[in-house]
């Protein structure tokens, strides 16, 4: 009841404001229902014995766009829940807002957009909305755009706090007190294009009211293609101050091709993020910051939080991936993963050490259709087969058979409401 009484009357004030302007100005609706069935059995951790998990979880979210001469506006609100969550006849407020943000063109070059934002770059690689999560990801903050004679340059930032506060700027919730980053993309030619991205994120430090410990990451990315094909390259480093107060000195580097041979496409990579062994003086673990490593480090998610997800070991991930697109409403994927540790991980009071890397190895496989703009169908399933050294890394038995399938559906028309010309 509160969304539906929520969205009329957001509805009403801009159907009501609409006729006023005498500009050209479109007004979109876009309603979105996802539910997704899940098999759980090792996703995420090793199976420990117990029987598998089943559940059905749901996004619900509708979408509101506005564009007039220049001046837009988007807000996005949603509810996520998993079917039976809440019991019946109970008022469980639930509703959150996704995206509430306006931009403003200063000129045809320059933008400004303020508000509650998705940060989505470089293929989400370290900046990502996570979309496969019901949730997804939003940032609280500003962002500053410029295009020009084929460069695109964002400049964007955050600054977090819990509450309206009489005194002192302390910050006591698990996320970055303060982000700021710098994009800048170049199109060389017809085949070649360069970017360039520079982020930094302040964490409160624990001991102090004021103090932050920043963290820096910065580095290129690189796209050439040529006909059938691609091929691609990151290269990024990390400096700056850890949490725990030591420095940081770690990178992430990416190499990967892909052919296209219609109706087929192959993938070839392999990514490695730096790792760390025992009480070194330095941090060298990479940070994959707010990224959707959900798309890069196999499905079965047990990448999510790295370093955190390898006790600081780093990771290399080697892949091949095969899509067969018969028809255009068609596609087939099959993701082989290698996964192995960067550095050997010293036993601690609660895990044990392993000298082999080898972690083990994951088969991703989707298949998805296309009914319609406005209707997706999609059903995975994926295996991991652990190496003994996964065990010192997650909980569980690494023998055991690991699997996780699913399936979704995506119901999001997109409606015009309003639409008229400059009179």
Request: proline content about 3%; overall charge positive; hydrophobic content about 35%.
């Amino acid at each position: 009841m509160k969304l539906s009484f929520t969205l009329k009357m957001l509805l009403l004030s801009v159907l009501v404001w609409l006729p006023l302007e005498t500009a050209w100005a479109q007004l979109y609706l876009t309603p979105q229902v996802r539910p997704r069935a899940e098999w759980r059995n090792g996703y995420q951790s090793l199976p420990n014995g117990q029987d598998g998990a089943f559940f059905v979880s749901q996004r619900s979210r509708i979408t509101l766009d506005y564009k007039q001469d220049k001046v837009q506006t988007r807000f996005s609100l949603q509810d996520v829940r998993v079917w039976g969550d809440e019991a019946h006849l109970k008022d469980v407020p639930s509703t959150a807002m996704h995206e509430a943000w306006g931009e403003l063109a200063l000129s045809d070059k320059f933008a400004v957009r303020l508000g509650r934002q998705e940060f989505v770059y470089n293929n989400d690689r370290l900046l990502g909305n996570v979309d496969w999560v019901q949730q997804a990801r939003s940032h609280d903050g500003l962002l500053l755009k410029a295009r020009w004679q084929g460069i695109s340059v964002d400049a964007g930032g955050a600054f977090n706090q819990e509450k309206e506060a009489l005194f002192d700027t302390h910050y006591s919730m698990n996320n970055y007190k303060v982000l700021g980053f710098l994009w800048a993309q170049k199109q060389l030619g017809d085949q070649l294009s360069v970017s360039a991205m520079h982020i930094s994120d302040g964490f409160q430090r624990p001991d102090t009211v004021g103090g932050v410990y920043f963290r820096h990451t910065y580095g290129l990315d690189l796209t050439y293609q040529r006909e059938r094909l691609q091929f691609n390259g990151s290269l990024y480093r990390q400096s700056g101050e850890h949490g725990s107060g030591k420095k940081i000195a770690a990178y992430l580097a990416v190499a990967e091709a892909a052919y296209t041979y219609q109706p087929f496409r192959f993938t070839l990579g392999t990514t490695y993020l730096s790792g760390m062994a025992g009480q070194e003086r330095k941090v060298h673990s990479f940070n994959t910051l707010y990224a959707t490593n959900h798309k890069y480090y196999g499905f079965m998610d047990y990448f999510i939080n790295v370093p955190a997800d390898t006790r600081q070991g780093g990771l290399l991930n080697t892949y091949l991936k095969t899509t067969f697109s018969p028809k255009p409403r068609y596609s087939i994927s099959l993701d082989y993963h290698y996964f192995a540790l960067a550095k050997n991980l010293h036993a601690s009071e609660t895990h044990a050490g392993t000298n082999n890397r080898y972690l083990g190895s994951e088969l991703d496989a989707v298949l998805q259709y296309k009914h319609s703009d406005q209707i997706q169908f999609s059903v995975g399933y994926s295996n991991l087969f652990a190496g003994r050294s996964m065990a010192a890394i997650k909980p569980g038995d690494a023998s055991a058979y690991a699997d996780w399938g699913w399936v979704m559906v995506n119901i999001q028309p997109r409606i015009l409401l309003k639409s008229f010309e400059k009179e």
